[in-house]
């Protein structure tokens, strides 16, 4: 767990700090636990950050070895993901498909070597009228389709190739789905390709701080996010549209959300002192990591949901038993065009999930309960 004022967190900071700036970072302090603070830059996804930037001849040999191991082994897959993104992109532009790359494909760029951004899988915006078409060409090339239902289609291949194809930016989670659909109005096309385009350096940004907004009312985001929106702001800020921004935020109703992230993100990516108010958002937003905890994540849904609707712990399980029609809508586009088809999805859903989720869902009717009873009891 991430805790402020121990000596693996404050390490694996001036670490993260010096190695975005393209820096060495100072000598470790003395008695700090290698075996944690490797744990730590794992569990927060920013390993491969770590490994290049940490001095290896400070370290105990066999975590010096261990680190050798995985450079060699990540270098190699790197390698591969790329060779097989190119590979793929040869076969969406034969088959007329619009596509865009998201996240960190492009967050990359900001790092002093693109290497240094961990990415797990590739995530790829497409035209959604040629889903027949990707999955041939996914399905041809060996993959298997692991999802398809929320906002995206998910691939992945042995040894390592996970794609996650997306037919909207978002799906309803709690209430929050911004439209995202103007990204392509905003874009533009790829040198030498009639299909790929980049999207605006604006529109990467309103996306990345939707996603954190998105990660954080699941129970948090970790420090990656944190290194993220410190080099994107870094490297853009003085050229992005403000007023632009301003607008799409307000529209989100993120703009309190985005001058608080922009305000931590500079305190703590350049070793200022935190204010009370931002040292509890580093206990609850980025202490568990980038998935966030899921405690967290059960009790604000359940708040959420209460001071929203009122009702009880009941309510709360059936809304996310029969989501809402917007969510409904959400989750199965194809609802948009046929809503008479909504019986059909609901029944479709509780089949998939009483094979695909069952485990999650008892976990959650439990944390509700135990929440409930809690609140009760105070």
Known sequence: MMKLNSRETEYLLTVLRAAANGEK?????????????????????????????????????????????????????????????AAIKVELEKSKIKYMLLKGSLIKNYYPKQSMRQMSDIDVLYDPDKRDSLVEIMTARGYELLSQGGNSDDFSKQPYYTFEFHRALFKDVYGFCPDFSFVWDNAHKAEDSQYEYIMSVEDLYLHHIAHMYKHCILGGFG???????YLILKNNA????????????AQMQLSDFEKDISSFTFALMENKELSEKQREFFDTALVHGIYGDYNTNVGEAFRNYKNKNGGSAFGYIMSRIFPSVFQMKSMYPILKK????????YIKRLVEKSFTSRKKALNEVRAVRKINEEQKNK
């Not at 420090?223 to 929106?229: E, G, L, P």
């Not at 003085?238 to 935020?249: F, I, N, P, T, V």
């Open 25 to 85: 970072p100072a000598a470790p302090p003395e008695g700090i636990d290698w075996n944690e603070f490797f744990e730590l830059s794992k569990k927060q996804q920013v390993y491969s950050m770590v490994v290049q930037a940490v001095d290896i001849n400070c370290l105990p040999p066999q975590i010096a070895d261990m680190l050798n191991n995985f450079s060699k082994s990540e270098l190699v897959r790197l390698i591969a993901m790329q060779n097989e993104l």
């Open 223 to 229: 420090i990656r996010f944190i290194v993220d929106t």
């Open 238 to 249: 003085e050229s992005m549209d403000r007023s632009y921004l301003d607008d799409k935020l």
């Open 338 to 345: 046929h809503p008479v088809l909504l019986g059909f999805y």
